[in-house]
């Protein structure tokens, strides 16, 4: 085949060939995540805002949380008797504990509102984003209140699992505290089962993210949700924690905020802007390769990859038989439109059902001059782009020397 020319290569440019658009769109997950946030900031903004404004009843309870346990740190001076002018105290062991034990219980009592709350900002949130990173249109206000009816219950029972283990792990470290700091029982027994509470918290974190995009996705009962995110949080610590810290990483900022107020100014904008939508990005593109890799080729008609161009064996052979058939259209002879043995019949401004007849009798004698002319010349090598090229600036040269 001969190597085509620079001008050619400009003017067919690589939109001829079948693989273009296919091979612009993303080939991994990092580049999906980079090429939904680049191109949707708008969409992410706007599911931000519709996501915290369904977050704040349980942000309201985490205030009401905080003030309280400062409120009590400030009433019960736990340095008793240091410095003059401090009331005298009883004995304090164990008592910081005792009120953080307090002010836990009365949290727990009303969490299950916020959690109502937060079930319709991640149903909604989680199903919009889905659709994006499956490359799909999204409507952000009318998708997310459809998420909110396809999947509130399995994100808000999902949510009540996790809320019970978490209840129940941090009244436990709790009260461990509380023997611990009175002396109520075995030291090193009660370090354990605290170590032993957080692991488990940590666990049924990754299962919670697991059980939402599971449930957003697939069509599983209550039990299999349980047991397939158990399974995937396991199976694949190390990457979980990665991707959950990373989706988070502005929470970082929130912390360091306590050492520079400017950490803080810049972790309270970023949550604003995109802070939750990217979380639910990242967790929503990671968990979607985890699916393609562990779970997709075990359920019948699941698609794979989906939103990224992966090439394949059958993809190759489609562009081969795409390219064949290409290059038999183009190289058809197609007669010149200065050739008008056969026109047109141009129908008047009021036509009747013969008028019609006769355009059609046109347009059939049109397409059998067509068909005659490519099979007269079926023999012609067609000029390539160059060659016309070519001939193009022979026919200047000749004006200019014509004129000359």
């Given at each position: 085949m001969a190597k085509k020319g620079f001008i050619a290569k400009i003017i067919e440019g690589p939109e001829r060939s079948e693989t273009y658009a296919r091979s612009t769109l993303p080939t991994n997950r990092w580049e999906l995540g980079w090429d939904v946030f680049k191109t949707n900031k708008g969409k992410l903004f706007g599911l931000n805002l519709l996501t915290l404004l369904f977050c704040l009843p349980l942000v309201a309870l985490f205030v009401m949380r905080y003030v309280l346990k400062t409120v009590d740190i400030a009433i019960f001076p736990f340095t008793q008797n240091m410095g003059i002018?401090?009331?005298?105290?009883?004995?304090?062991?164990?008592?910081?504990?005792?009120?953080?034990?307090?002010?836990?219980?009365?949290?727990?009592?009303?969490?299950i509102i916020g959690v109502a709350f937060l079930a319709v900002a991640i149903s909604g949130g989680f199903y919009v984003m889905r659709n994006m990173v499956w490359a799909e249109g999204v409507m952000v206000v009318s998708d997310f209140?459809?998420?909110?009816?396809?999947?509130?219950?399995?994100?808000?029972?999902?949510?009540?699992?996790?809320?019970?283990?978490?209840?129940?792990?941090?009244?436990?470290?709790?009260?461990?505290?509380?023997?611990?700091?009175?002396?109520?029982?075995?030291?090193?027994?009660?370090?354990?089962?605290?170590?032993?509470?957080?692991?488990?918290?940590?666990?049924?974190?990754?299962?919670?993210?697991?059980?939402?995009?599971?449930?957003?996705t697939y069509k599983l009962s209550f039990g299999a949700l349980i047991r397939n995110s158990f399974i995937l949080?396991?199976?694949?610590?190390?990457?979980?924690?990665?991707?959950?810290?990373?989706?988070?990483?502005?929470l970082l900022l929130l912390l360091l905020g306590k050492v520079m107020p400017l950490f803080l100014i810049i972790g309270?904008?970023?949550?604003?802007?995109?802070?939750?939508?990217?979380?639910?990005?990242?967790?929503?593109?990671?968990?979607?390769?985890?699916f393609d890799t562990y779970v997709n080729d075990k359920v019948p008609g699941a698609k794979k990859n989906r939103g990224i161009y992966k090439p394949s064996a059958n993809?190759?052979?489609?562009?081969?038989?795409?390219?064949?058939?290409?290059?038999?259209?183009?190289?058809?002879?197609?007669?010149?439109?200065?050739?008008?043995?056969?026109?047109?019949?141009?129908?008047?401004?009021?036509?009747?059902?013969?008028?019609?007849?006769?355009?059609?009798?046109?347009?059939?004698?049109?397409?059998?001059?067509?068909?005659?002319?490519?099979?007269?010349?079926?023999?012609?090598?067609?000029?390539?782009?160059?060659e016309l090229m070519g001939d193009d600036e022979t026919e200047d040269k000749k004006s200019d020397d014509e004129k000359e």
């Open positions: 002018g401090y009331p005298a105290y009883p004995a304090t062991s164990g008592l910081q504990a005792q009120l953080a034990l307090n002010v836990n219980v009365e949290f727990f009592k009303f969490v209140f459809k998420g909110v009816k396809q999947n509130y219950f399995v994100v808000f029972f999902s949510l009540l699992f996790y809320t019970v283990i978490m209840a129940a792990s941090v009244l436990s470290l709790n009260m461990s505290s509380v023997l611990i700091a009175t002396g109520g029982g075995i030291k090193w027994l009660l370090v354990v089962a605290q170590v032993l509470t957080y692991v488990i918290m940590a666990i049924a974190t990754m299962m919670v993210f697991y059980m939402i995009t599971l449930g957003i949080s396991i199976a694949l610590v190390p990457t979980n924690v990665f991707f959950i810290a990373f989706s988070a990483v502005w309270i904008f970023i949550v604003f802007i995109w802070g939750v939508s990217l979380f639910m990005l990242v967790w929503t593109d990671y968990s979607n390769w985890v993809d190759t052979a489609e562009d081969e038989n795409a390219v064949i058939e290409r290059s038999k259209l183009t190289s058809r002879p197609i007669k010149p439109i200065t050739d008008t043995e056969v026109e047109i019949y141009e129908l008047p401004t009021s036509f009747s059902r013969a008028d019609l007849q006769k355009l059609e009798e046109t347009k059939e004698a049109m397409r059998r001059d067509s068909d005659k002319y490519a099979e007269e010349h079926k023999n012609d090598v067609a000029p390539t782009i160059d």
